[in-house]
T-cell receptor, first 115, second 113 residues
């Protein structure tokens, strides 16, 4: 199946700093990329949908100024958590969608811990 | 919007037994139903999916059934093995939802020796 990578796999940062997470589709072009957040023992919650070259669409309750998403190419999307606080600590997962299909392939996730 | 419910939340079976996980969805316009396996600390892995024009699909020890009338779909794992132990999520996509997945709450499957 299609492969999606994320970098870094884990990051620890101080409160108030910003953190950037990269999501890459390695062997396919992802017209659409999705960003999810998962708290311990919970399901995945969609944060935003991004299409290459256009602004991301955020889900209700997700602050677009806090979670900046850039989808500059068909193989790369980035999520920047700005002014991170302890409550932003979570497992962030991206997925890439193949053009013309419903199938989403997920990355391995990034564990963010904000001290 | 779509709402997906999943049962049970935990499931413990003996190695070699079968495991069944059930999901229901609310939006009759949903037409794609994937199942994901998530191991601890990793991202979800697509294991099988089914579309609304199909009632059943099988891939080796894994099968999925779909009942459109009742709006529920199930995952069946036969001859379970310890490596099947993980959290399983069902999901649904609605045709009017912009390809957005709505996930169930997850089932922690434990296969005991």
């Amino acid at each position: 199946g299609a492969v999606v990578s994320q970098h870094p796999s884990w990051v620890i940062c101080k409160s108030g700093t910003s953190v950037k997470i990269e999501c890459r589709s390695l062997d396919f072009q992802a017209t659409t990329m999705f960003w999810y957040r998962q708290f311990p023992k919970q399901s995945l919650m969609l944060m935003a949908t991004s299409n290459e070259g256009s602004k991301a669409t955020y889900e209700q309750g997700v602050e677009k100024d806090k979670f900046l998403i850039n989808h500059a190419s068909l193989t790369l999307s980035t999520l920047t958590v700005t002014s991170a606080h302890p409550e932003d600590s979570s497992f962030y997962i991206c997925s890439g969608g193949l053009a013309g299909t419903d199938t989403q392939y997920f990355g391995p996730g990034t564990r963010l811990t904000v001290l | 919007g779509e709402n997906v419910e999943q049962h049970p939340s935990t499931l413990s079976v003996q190695e070699g037994d079968s495991a069944v996980i059930k999901c229901t969805y609310s939006d009759s316009a949903s037409n794609y139903f994937p199942w994901y396996k998530q191991e601890l600390g990793k991202g979800p892995q697509l294991i099988i999916d089914i579309r609304s024009n199909v009632g059943e699909k099988k891939d080796q020890r894994i099968a999925v059934t779909l009942n459109k009338t009742a709006k529920h779909f199930s995952l069946h794992i036969t001859e379970t093995q310890p490596e099947d132990s993980a959290v399983y999520f069902c999901a649904a996509i609605s045709t009017g939802g912009g390809n957005k997945l709505t996930f169930g709450t997850g089932t922690q499957l434990k296969v005991e020796l």
